[in-house]
């Protein structure tokens, strides 16, 4: 009985802490980095977040440095740290524009890496912090992404302090497989390609629906909210190859625009309705 219970706790936990972090860089970041503790549980159950859910989340995002607790006028709240917005910034370049083809005459950036098995878990950091830069695995102990990563790499293996088992090639592919065949076993490019089908599968009535009859503020922000939840993971697993190297029928570009057209619409009465319960 117990481990079933923990078993259905933990999905509602992991997308409770999926929401907020979705809150934060949506809403609290244009807010002026500064969100009211009532307000946010208030807004959060708007959108199926019980308090007790988004306590914990706020909990968990203030242990990892995230948030720190500031009044102000005599509310108490939290402020966005300097590590959030910092990371939220640079989320945003790429959940907001998505990830822009690269220009396949600038080469691939290439990491290798052999780390010991006394630090194993080291080497597994470097893995998902390579995977979720866009970094496919092209072999053993071997990554692969365009050139314009190169900096994200160093940054990545500096933080982890593995600068003396790791080394970064860059240059120009040259055979013999054939590079798009190559591509496409480093990445899951067809499930990517899938997960941009999907969210247009799932909003294209929805952005119908929005340009025709604008929703009132409150729907506006439920809308906006699941909107941005469920693209921001998208571009993150796109590592943006050139586009002479993907399908003629890569639907990346097409479910972005929709993603635009659906935020040109719902992104300011969102803000308005959250905003007053920065008010209250």
Request: charged fraction near 20%.
């Amino acid at each position: 009985m117990g481990s079933s219970g923990e078993g259905r706790r933990a999905p509602v936990a992991q997308r409770s802490r999926t929401v907020v972090v979705s809150f934060l860089g949506a809403i609290v970041r244009p807010m002026g980095a500064w969100m009211p503790i009532g307000g946010t549980v208030e807004l959060l159950s708007q959108i199926g977040l019980d308090s007790a859910s988004v306590r914990t989340a706020v909990s968990r995002l203030k242990a990892n440095g995230w948030i720190e607790s500031e009044a102000r006028d005599g509310v108490r709240g939290y402020a966005l740290t300097e590590q959030a917005s910092a990371t939220l910034a640079a989320g945003d370049e790429v959940i907001w524009h998505a990830r822009q083809p690269a220009d396949l005459s600038e080469g691939w950036c290439v990491v290798n890496f052999s780390v010991p098995e006394s630090i194993r878990s080291k080497r597994y950091q470097l893995r998902s912090h390579l995977a979720h830069l866009g970094f496919g695995n092209v072999g053993t102990a071997m990554w692969i992404a365009p050139a314009r990563m190169q900096p994200a790499a160093e940054n990545a293996i500096a933080e982890l302090g593995l600068g003396e088992y790791a080394t970064i090639f860059v240059g120009d592919y040259a055979g013999p497989q054939d590079l798009t065949a190559l591509l496409y076993a480093s990445w899951d490019l067809t499930a990517i390609d899938q997960s941009y089908r999907d969210f247009a599968a799932k909003h294209e009535a929805q952005a119908a629906q929005v340009e025709k009859q604008p929703p009132e503020p409150r729907e506006a922000f439920a809308m906006y909210m699941s909107l941005v939840d469920h693209w921001r993971k998208l571009p993150f697993r796109d590592p943006g190859l050139p586009t002479e190297l993907l399908a003629k029928d890569w639907s990346g570009p097409a479910a972005a625009a929709l993603f635009g057209r659906l935020v040109s619409i719902l992104e300011k009465p969102a803000l308005a309705h959250a905003r007053t319960y920065w008010e209250l």
